[in-house]
């Protein structure tokens, strides 16, 4: 994330926490299956920096994003 950031980010490791799993791995076979989709990314460099882009952009414009959905309340 940091290089993504281009900011340091502290990181703190700690203990497992109960019922957590040691591995998670993902598989979009289902997905492609049941809903013929397809992932439009799919390595982990290019997800977190798409990732990180679009909650930067949120941050930036949640603001007017939420005055105009106001707007529209009846």
Known sequence: MQKYSSQPIAIKFEK???GEPSVLVANAAKARQLLQWEP?????PTLIGSAWRWHQWLFENGPLLRSALAAKQP
């Open 16 to 18: 497992k926490r109960e």
């Open 40 to 44: 439009q990314y799919s390595d982990l």
